[in-house]
């Protein structure tokens, strides 16, 4: 494999994903294989079951391992849960008079002074650590600039901000990956990286809202001026959906295709039909109108909103704030989402996206839908801090016998078989093919509309009907089959 390889390991409420990458000579990855496994144990992005997680990690694991001929033993993590927070933290330092002749020019030394008192900062809690910190703003004497080194004041003071996360929930997201052979390299908040692969220069500059709409929890990412304002993870994700629309009798197996394929973040712009399925006892059928199915949607998803609206508020970007809003994730996939976010956000610009910066031409063979886009944007992280522990299988099948020199082959005279004269064959009018019914081969008509399909009890009548039917029709001797 050519490049520096990158590991990344998304474990998600409801999947994990792992994804390969390398870094080409111009910068940008290319991504060798992503795969994900639905996954248990994991709730709101906390884990709850170690056993149960770590199952499916391995499983994830095995499959990439045997597809690209590699052992991963090395990767970066992505944090998401209630348990990710960020802060922002002031602090000054009085610039020193270098030069000697009473300017006060700011210098590079002022810049490391402050960092140093950034570093030295005591969290409140010590159950919590810092996964990462980075200035947002600069001000000298009380009023703000972009490039401090060089200015002239007394003071220089600046605003960081500081990611923080639990101990305990990355000591045992920690432990998980440990016992299937997996390093941990580096934590990292998702929502401070979703943005990588998905914003524009031009949107992460003037500003926008990444939200990425997890089973478990939704993570929201603000920015303005290149830099990520502030970030959260609300602990309430389109899972939630799954739970409220399973108060109405829906089979659970049902949900998720009936939500993505059926159902509408707008009630208002739902079709008004009624959806017809079997119910979990046989030879029954529930139905639900399109337009409640929307309702139920649409009220979870307004409550989502609101955390994002006040996380928005927390972020506190002042006035002008105009930002573009990017819909990423499992639940971004739901027909008329960005309607509901453009309204209840009161925006103009809202669009589902999917990853697209960063990545080399064959980026769409394997990044298909917008639940990737986070494994695709901790790639892209990983790519600017270093790569990671890969070793590739030089013998990926196993031999175990020990290897012969060859030999000369003996010449020996066997009698060869001769072809024998094949035996004219009579010729056989084609018979059809009966259909096979089977009572629990129904995938495709189980979900339907109503007005779109026949009753489902007569469909089967017609399907008996007919079995029987070319069962009798094509009974009898080889002599009425003749031509």
């Keep these: 494999m050519k490049g520096k390889q990158i590991v990344a390991i998304d474990v998600g409420s409801s999947n994990v994903v792992i994804s390969v990458g390398a870094v080409q000579d111009d910068g940008r990855v290319e991504i060798l294989g992503i795969v994900s496994e639905p996954i248990e144990g994991i709730n709101a992005g906390r884990v709850e079951n170690n056993e149960t997680a770590g199952r499916a990690v391995k499983a994830a694991k095995e499959r990439i391992e045997e597809q690209l001929g590699i052992t991963i033993t090395e990767a970066y993590a992505g944090l998401s849960g209630d348990y990710v927070r960020c802060v922002s933290v002031t602090d000054h330092v009085y610039v020193q008079d270098e030069l000697g002749n009473g300017s006060n020019q700011i210098t590079q030394r002022d810049i490391e002074d402050l960092d140093r008192r950034m570093r030295s900062v005591k969290l409140p809690d010590d159950r919590e650590e810092i996964l990462t910190k980075e200035p947002l703003r600069y001000e000298i004497d ?33 432990q998980c990956l440990q016992r299937q052979g997996i390093t941990v ?79 509408s973040a707008v009630r208002e712009l739902a079709v008004d039909d009624k959806i017809v399925f079997q119910a979990a006892r046989r030879g029954t059928t529930k139905s639900i109108l399109r337009r409640n199915l929307a309702a139920i949607i649409e009220a979870r998803l307004k409550e989502i909103v609101e955390w994002v ?66 494994a695709a944007s901790l790639l892209l992280y990983g790519a600017e801090h270093g790569s990671c522990s890969v070793a590739v299988r030089q013998n990926r099948i196993r031999v175990d016998r020990p290897t012969v020199p060859p030999t000369e082959p003996k010449h020996q005279t066997e009698p060869q078989p001769q072809p024998q004269p094949e035996e004219p064959k009579r010729p056989v009018k084609p018979i059809p093919e009966a259909p096979v019914f089977d009572e629990d081969d129904l995938d495709d008509d189980e979900i339907f509309v109503e007005g779109d399909k026949e ?14 039917k070319m069962s009798n029709s094509f009974t009898g001797s080889d002599d009425e089959l003749e031509m």
């Design 455 to 468: 009753d489902k009890r007569g469909f089967k009548s017609k399907i008996k009907k007919l079995f029987d």
């Design 142 to 174: 009380d009023r703000e600039v972009d490039v401090p080194v060089g200015a002239y004041g007394h003071v220089l003071s600046a605003t960081y901000n500081f990611i923080l996360c639990d101990r305990l929930m990355r000591d045992r997201l920690r």
């Design 309 to 374: 609206k006040r996380e928005i508020k927390v972020a506190n970007c002042g006035k002008g704030f105009n930002p573009v809003v990017l819909l990423m994730g499992g639940g971004a996939e739901m027909q008329h989402i960005e309607e509901l976010f453009a309204r209840e956000l009161k925006v103009e610009d809202v669009r589902t996206v999917f990853p697209e910066y960063g990545f080399t031409e064959n980026l769409t063979q394997f990044i298909t839908t917008s639940a990737q886009a986070m």
């Design 185 to 263: 390299k580096e934590f990292v908040a998702n929502a401070f990286v979703s943005y990588l692969s998905v914003a524009t220069t031009e949107d992460v500059e003037e500003g926008c809202i990444v939200i990425d709409l997890g089973g478990g929890v939704t993570d929201v990412t603000v920015l303005r001026g290149g830099k990520v304002r502030h970030m959260a993870s609300i602990p309430i994700g389109v899972d939630s959906i799954n739970s409220d629309i399973r108060t109405y009798g829906i089979p659970a197996n049902y949900i998720d295709s009936l939500k993505i394929k059926y159902g």
